[in-house]
């Protein structure tokens, strides 16, 4: 396949654009998804009109909940969030309906629905304009959770999340969007649940999602040459690649996680845990946790960084755990 | 029955206030003087200012994320305000706010929100406690025609109806021609009526759409509600029609020469001395510029402020 070199939010289009053509159950809605500066979906009204693609009015209950409803009765819904937080307005059409009918129903009814969600901070928006709560929606039962870091799997894993039959939370970091990496212009799939090595290593293992996942790298190009760093990305939360976890972590014996969602009850607690319990004796050296501490994100830029993860706070942790 | 000269005079000051000090954040966030661009309240300054000459300082308003204008207008202290915007320590919430969550309880402004509809139902909350204590004091609530279809927005409604809550409606219509999100033209509408206002009977109060670019009608129309509220007669519904002057949250939206005949300001110009108006821009420039200046001599707050505030300490 051709590949040629472009931004995370231009995967996103192309994942939609291939996708709309190949099935036309596939529907897009969403609070501004037809505006020509909303990079992963502009143009698609244009292409495939506004029967398909429609601009919902501000009330997530209301098309979230359709989009359900939509996808119970055999449509294709790709419904888009603006921002995460907003999604706490519909929480029971998200917790409640969209993760549980399938369940509910014995099987009867599924929900092929992909609720895309823009998230994270970094850029000043204060405590209801910066959250990343992919912990929040895995932590129910009967969502899949996705977290793409790069535009290929941008790309693959959106093209996988609308043909998989179930519910996808689908996050996209706002500050990944400029990001450019090589895509094949094709359309391909990235398997949910298939977690990615990004960089190989062996003293220590980094796990990290989303935009976490370029700092862990950063992290681990400084460190090179003192500590060999693995960087892993399990690109899905929920399914989560347990093997590959604990494979690398069984070869390195060393283990950081990276998150920029909430630390407690959260992604890096659940990836020790799992290490804990079936690979526990592989770890020659405490796992150490680098998330955002339970506290709203503030708006001052100096407060905000102050409690985020970045590469300084993991190389700090990789060489402090490396040093055990 | 048009206002005596003394008290038009008063809203224009007002009015010149918030849009002199919304100039200079438009002006320092590109200098990167304030870290996040933000919706500004620029052609919609008669609204907060008509409704907000009927209210006392314990009366208490819920906003939106367009907030400076309901900020200022309530009483907001401009030096602290503009110490928030630009995330400093002597910001009314140590810059942990931003123009998104900004709450100053000691005038009544709680406060700005970041959530569309977010304020609204907590709004009915301080007009309930007002009841309660039987202090006649009013809450408002503002919200834009966006915000209105918001299920939090309709059950709020029917709750301040069903409780005979004393509280004001006030809902800001910046698409009363073409209905846009965020500067972007949408191919369905948000709306299927024309005037928000026509729900009000739904819910059991009254409802009124009033051109929201003349202050002297904003007055009269919210003094009513106001009163109202006050008196222990309930809730009203108020729609203002505006005109954004200045573009879209993201600043996409090239600013419209033709929606200058709705500036508020310049309609409100032509009716005081020419003399008195000068005067009054000039003081109103002197007021923001010093503004400006507590923030930028002001502190960035310690990382150590990041950490606190969470909880409240048990006392």
């Known amino acids: 396949m051709p590949e040629r070199e472009i931004t995370f939010g231009q995967a996103l289009n192309e994942a939609h654009l291939a996708e709309m053509e190949r099935d036309t159950n596939i529907i897009l809605f969403g609070e501004n998804v037809s505006s020509q500066w909303r990079e992963a979906t502009k143009g698609l009204k244009e292409r495939f009109g506004r029967e398909r693609v429609r601009d919902a009015p501000i009330t997530e209950t209301a098309f979230i909940g359709a989009g359900v409803g939509a996808a119970i009765v055999g449509m294709r819904p790709i419904v888009e969030l603006m921002l995460a937080d907003f999604g706490l307005v519909a929480m029971d059409q998200i917790l409640n309906q969209m993760a549980k009918s399938t369940y509910m129903s014995g099987g009867k009814v599924s929900v092929p629905m992909t609720l895309r969600v823009l998230t994270g901070a970094g850029t000043s928006s204060g405590a209801t304009h910066s959250e990343s709560l992919h912990g929040l929606f895995a932590h129910m039962p009967g969502l899949k959770v996705v977290v793409p870091s790069s535009p290929y799997d941008a790309k693959g894993l959106l093209i996988s999340s609308i043909r998989d039959p179930n519910p996808k939370i689908f996050m996209e970091h706002r500050l990944l969007y400029p990001v450019k990496g090589m895509v094949p212009s094709e359309a391909y799939e990235v398997p949910l649940g298939d977690a990615n090595v990004v960089r190989e290593g062996s003293d220590v293992t980094v796990v990290a999602n989303s935009l976490m996942v370029r700092e862990a790298v950063k992290a681990a190009e400084e460190v090179e040459g003192d500590v060999s760093v693995e960087v892993l990305d399990p690109r899905t939360l929920v399914p989560l690649d347990e093997d590959a976890i604990l494979r690398s972590v069984g070869k390195t014996g060393r283990l950081v996680v990276v998150d920029e969602d909430y630390l407690r009850y959260g992604f890096s607690g659940e990836v020790v845990a799992l290490v804990s319990e079936k690979a526990h004796g592989k770890l020659v050296a405490p796992p150490i946790r680098v998330a955002t501490p339970n506290i709203p994100l503030p708006y001052n830029q100096r407060l905000e960084r102050e409690l985020l993860p970045n590469k300084e706070k993991i190389v700090a942790a990789v060489r402090k755990v490396a040093s055990r | ?315």
């Open chain 2, 1 to 315: 029955m048009s206002l005596e000269e003394g008290k038009l005079a008063d809203l224009y000051r007002v009015m010149v206030r918030i849009r002199t000090f919304e100039n200079a954040v438009r002006k320092l966030t590109r200098e990167g003087k304030i870290p996040a661009r933000f919706g500004l309240y620029t052609g919609q300054e008669a609204v907060a200012v008509g409704v907000s000459a009927h209210l006392k300082t314990g009366d208490q308003i819920g906003s939106t994320h367009r907030a400076l204008g309901h900020l200022i207008a309530k009483g907001c202290d401009l030096h602290r305000l503009m110490a928030e915007l630009m995330g400093k320590e002597a910001g009314f919430n140590h810059g942990k706010a931003g123009p998104y969550h900004t709450f100053d309880p000691n005038t009544g402004a709680l406060g700005a929100n970041g959530v569309v509809g977010g304020s609204v139902p907590m709004t009915a909350g301080y007009a309930l406690a007002d009841q309660i204590k039987k202090n006649r004091m009013v809450a408002v609530s503002y919200f834009g025609e966006g915000g209105s279809n918001q299920g939090g927005v309709q059950e709020t409604l029917n709750l301040a109806a069903c409780w005979q809550l004393p509280v004001v409606f006030v809902c800001e219509n910046s698409s009363p021609e073409v209905q846009r999100m965020l500067g972007h033209e949408i191919d369905y509408p948000q709306l299927s009526i024309d005037n928000v206002s026509l729900r009000a009977k739904n819910y059991g109060m009254p409802g009124s759409t009033h051109v929201g670019w003349d202050v002297e009608e904003v007055y009269r129309t919210a003094g009513r509600a106001v009163r109202r509220a006050r008196s222990g007669k309930g809730p009203t519904l108020l729609e203002y029609k505006v005109h954004q002057l200045e573009g879209n949250l993201e600043g996409r939206l090239e600013s419209n020469e033709k929606e200058r005949q709705w500036d508020p300001i310049e309609l409100m110009g032509k009716k005081i001395p020419r003399t008195l108006s000068d005067k009054i821009r000039a003081d109103e420039a002197a007021n923001v510029q010093r503004a400006i200046d507590f923030g930028l001599s002001s502190e960035e707050p310690a990382p150590e402020q990041a950490y606190t505030d969470v909880f409240r300490e048990v006392s």
